[in-house]
Structures are given as C-alpha cells and as structure tokens.
C-alpha cells in the first residue's frame, strides 16, 4: 500500500493502522482488499472524510491520499509530506505542530 498525504489546516486527527489492505482510522476499518489489478474505487464510494482521492491498484499495490491534519505550527515534514509504504501496523504520521520554543528561552 502507498500513501501519499494532502495537508490540510485542522484541529480533528486521527490514529492510522494498516493490516494487508484494510486501514483502520479512528477505529473504523476500510478493507481495500476486493479491488482488482488495475482497477479504481471512486473517493465518492467511501464513506470516509479522510479520504482525499480514489483508491487504485496498480501492479499489485493499493494507492490512496489521505488528508493529513496539522496544527498552526506545524513542520516542513508536515506541511510537504512523502508518500510512504508502511508496514502492518500503527502508522506514524507526520508532526501535528513543531515544538514551539517561548521566546524568552530562544534569547
């Protein structure tokens, strides 16, 4: 599975496992597994507000974009994410905001 992420200015976040092609957001699962080869599942089709493009297969692996919330202050990382391929798993997301550092600490 290949995950690419759209930034979007948002308080909401949520918690993201893969297990095969079944992603679990928020505890509720999405099972991409009865997609075929070359075939695309319309973002329209998924009762997901998370979702940010139709879901594809293409030689064999899954391609979706989320949408990735972030704070005010949040990181390059954030703001400029790469896709990625996780593992089964809990997915790490990129920084919701960067550490802020008081003023008076950074003099």
């Given at each position: 599975?290949?995950?690419s992420f759209s930034p979007v200015r948002q308080d909401d976040q949520y918690e993201l496992v893969k297990i095969?092609?079944?992603l679990t957001l928020n505890?509720?699962?999405f099972d991409f597994s009865p997609i075929p080869e070359e075939a695309t599942l319309p973002r329209a089709a998924v009762d997901c507000d998370w979702l940010a493009s139709d879901v594809e297969r293409v030689d064999g692996v899954l391609h979706l974009?989320?949408?990735l919330p972030?704070?005010?202050h949040a990181p390059k990382e954030t703001l400029f994410p790469a896709p990625i391929e996780p593992?089964?798993?809990k997915i790490?997301?990129?920084p919701f905001n960067a550490a802020v550092v008081p003023k008076e600490a950074a003099e």
């Open positions: 599975m290949r995950l095969g092609d079944t505890g509720e699962a974009t989320l949408k972030h704070g005010p593992a089964d798993g790490t997301l990129p």
